[in-house]
């Protein structure tokens, strides 16, 4: 029961974040032809370029679903269900929401709707990613890579996001390239304060149910972990510390396995700069 009703709650808040996504979409970027990031930027910038030279009028929405539709497959057979469901679910609901959501700017300053429309969109994306899913795009190529080859995935997003700087500026002008890169900037920003995006990390769990929290782990997650004998400091009762090197995406996941196994463990979450020596690549 308490699985089923995280769940729910999960679903709820990645509805949410998705018509947030739409709403900053057509209040603040699109009126003001500035691009957003990663798959939503692509997307605008199709639909503007097919409305400005083509007789096709597109919506945003549209596009970004279609250009989902290759990576969502994929996601499906490399990387789980639960993870490819929730971008669906994401990706249909900001389609949906962009399409009902009239593209009306609140602001004729295009900075207040570069900075808006940046901060509004990476809460919604942020929010999403903290709680175990993904907005679909960027996230899910994010994932195969990390499950696959353990490639960094800040290439990728930087390649994208360059292309995406340079359509503005050329199709937009480069004033608009400009509130672009702001509207690129904050995003990072704000997502980074919502939820870590470091490819790796390492969690330092401090237990008094070591066996019990090892077989949660392993029978949830393909991950080596290494267990030293500790002590409390006040206490003085024998304790099990857990270290385990993990990727962002696994992390909500471990910690739902913390909170059902041992609530009252210790964890500390840390970057990992560097990892030498055997890390899985594969399931």
Known sequence: MRLLWNEIKVTCIVIACAVLNAFALNAFLIPAHILSSGFTGAAQLLAALAHQYTPLSLN?????????????VLAWLRVGRRFTLYSMLSVLVTTFALTLIPVQALSGNALLNAVFGGV???????????YGASTGGMD?????????QDR???????????????SAGFFFGWERALYTMVTLY????????IHTRYVKLTAMIVTEKGEELTQAIYHRLVRGITKVAAKGGYTGK????????????????????????????????????EIVGFFRKED
Not at 60 to 72: A, E, H, K, M, Q
Not at 120 to 130: E, Q, R, Y
Not at 186 to 193: E, G, K, L, Q
């Open 60 to 72: 945003t929405g549209v596009v970004l679903f279609l250009l989902n539709i290759p990576v969502t």
């Open 120 to 130: 509004i969109g990476a809460i919604g994306v942020g929010l999403t990613l903290k």
């Open 140 to 148: 899910i190529i994010a994932m195969i890579l990390s499950k696959t």
């Open 152 to 166: 960094p995935i800040g290439i990728y997003y930087f390649i994208l996001n360059g292309l995406i700087v340079l």
């Open 186 to 193: 904050v995003t990072s920003r704000v997502i980074d304060a």
């Open 238 to 273: 024998d304790k099990d510390l857990l270290l385990i090197v993990l990727t962002r995406y696994e992390l909500y996941t471990l910690e739902r396995i913390i909170q059902e196994t041992d609530p009252r463990a210790f964890t500390n979450i840390m970057e990992t700069t």
